[in-house]
């Protein structure tokens, strides 16, 4: 595989330099102009962009930088320019320095909190709608399977009495049949009810997909201090499927991957995307992780319903990623990863016309 | 002693448990009464005879569980055995620790049940005839004077004609009266027996 497109998640480390050279040459730009001349108020810009790449503590420590920036360069131009109305512009700087500060990191702890509240919120939503639902259909169908094996018993019982009661053993026979169409009615409904939508068959850039799916979660991955490269080639077929689904397989490699991760202190987190054309029938994605890894023993295992190795998991994750890329005619699988992590891998078939 | 034959009383919400259970139940020669609640059930006449309730955990209105905490309070005696289609640990451990036969998860082996059952109306007619006889001892008790009584509630705890005599400020002859009077009226054949009788009437709290 050639990585030929090789996207560095750069905006992240792309924002202290700028932020730094924007300090700098205010600095130099507050040093060199007169007292009168309120420079120091663009540090604000500096607090700003600070929020985006620091947390609360490196925002506070980045205000005090800069006032004590435009205190620095006061003294090394105190000769020149009238002294009232400079100290009235420094005063009136370190003012709008503070309050920015403070403003900035009031906001964003405000929204850390959103942020925090909504992913609960979320995750919570979905393990106990599916955990009500599978409990529902669960007790509705052992209901009916519950009774058919009563009735069942009665039956025999019916036929071995001395004599037999042939009345009776019918009319058990009768509520058995009953009971186990009931139980298949049920199964129909939910099956109906899972079909509703079914799936999309479009066209579709896997590439354009993995970027729109990392987009969702750009902020967790920041979060958790991981590292993303995504390394997509730019020679993959497309692929025919439906996008939200494949989108849903992708989210849930990288959110098991972010979770791995998050879950050992060893090396540095890193986690890669990648695309590749395979064997010219069809496309490769693979989420390599720097996580906790697999257990050998628990391989063949991982796919399946209500299997999980998470504290709180559900099971479901990659089970229903399996299948989805199974019902695209796929396939998906997982490898330990060299040195530490996990390589999830699926491959799509190309459609059946170009 | 005569007896009514035993009922098992079916208490599911789902009628075509409910069904299979009755089917279940008479092909084994037992009377079957079901409901679809309790409420059905606490309105139903219950015939004497000894009996059990099979009871599903998951009901509307009152629960099962709830059911057996309040039965004590409905003056109902009747053993329990649950069964449920969704049964946990915990759930099963509180209906046991409350006096349940048995816990019995749908599906469950049609034998489990009916032994359940069996275990259940023995239990019931066990419970029953110790409070008939009970009862017997009571209607004797009542029959006692009231000297006849505490003359025998001395002679029960132990205590000689002389001490009794002079606890109760008589002359050791009259207690000897009394005392035969109590073991003619209490049927009593030896001291044994009347001191057993006295523990019986003391175990049993006034209520029947």
Redesign the interface.
Known sequence: MQPQNLRAMTRASLLPVVAITLAAGIFVADTIADLEIAVPAFYTVVVLLAVRFCKKRGVILVGIGCCALTLLSDLLTAASGSTGIGFINTTISLLAIATTTYLAVKIESEKAAAYEARSQLAHVGRVTTLGELT?SI??EV??????????G??CM??LA?EPP?LD?AR??AV?LV??AN?ASEIIAQVRALTKSSPPKKDWLQINDIILATVTLIESEILQNQVSLRTELADDVPPVQGDRVQLQQVILNLILNALEAMHRTSAGPRELIISSAKNDAKGVRIAVQDSGIGLAPDNLDRLFSAFYTTKPDGMGMGLAISRSIVEAHGGRIWATPNAPRGAVFQFILPMGMEP | MSENKPVVFVIDDSPSVRDALDSLIRSVHLNVQAFGSIEEFLQFKRPDAPGCIVLDVRLPGLSGLDFQREMAKSNIDLPIIFITGHGDVPMSVRAIKAGAIEFLTKPFRDQDLLDAIYLGIERDRSRRQASAVVAVLRGHFASLTARERQVMLQVASGRPNKQIAAELKLSEVTVKVHRRHVMRKMKAKSLADLVRMADKLSDSPETA
């Open positions: 409990a669960a007790h052992n209901q009916p399977l519950a009774a058919a094996v009563i009735n018993n009665a019982r019916w009495a009661n009776e009319q058990a509520r009953k009971d009931r």
